[in-house]
Nanobody, 126 residues
Framework: VQLQASGGGLVQAGGSLRLSCAASGRTFSAFAMGWFRQAPGKEREFVAAITWNAGSTFYAESVKGRFTISKDNAKNTVYLQMNSLKPEDTAVYYC????????????????????WGQGTLVTVSS
């Protein structure tokens, strides 16, 4: 499975961006896809996740009400709509795939995910 993230950029505080993550591979299947982010000098943190079939979503408290995760199964693509961006949202954003439905849901730890994209940088200026 290969993941290609895109859509990052520079935006002013209060602005919006939409990230995309396209999955490819001969036979793509997933239980869930998620977004994580990593700011300079900080650990990678969970942002949002969505189950591939049911579309069940879960968000970190820090982004709840501002970010929306969605998917297009036909395109094997997951999106992250980010509104009301804040300078503290500045980070490299990574998409990830959790292949199997093992364990409880939601899964918010990076080791719970099996494949990772290369990341896309989001910079929010004040």
């Amino acid at each position: 499975v290969q993941l290609q993230a895109s859509g990052g950029g520079l935006v002013q505080a209060g602005g919006s961006l939409r990230l995309s993550c396209a999955a490819s591979g001969r036979t793509f299947s997933a239980f869930a896809m998620g977004w994580f982010r990593q700011a300079p000098g900080k650990e990678r943190e969970f942002v949002a996740a969505i189950t591939w079939n049911a579309g069940s979503t879960f968000y970190a408290e820090s982004v709840k009400g501002r970010f929306t995760i969605s998917k297009d199964n036909a395109k094997n693509t997951v999106y992250l709509q980010m509104n009301s961006l804040k300078p503290e949202d500045t980070a490299v954003y990574y998409c990830a795939v959790k292949r199997l439905a093992l364990g409880s849901w939601p899964r918010t730890r990076a080791p719970d995910y099996d494949y990772w994209g290369q990341g896309t940088l989001v910079t929010v200026s004040s």
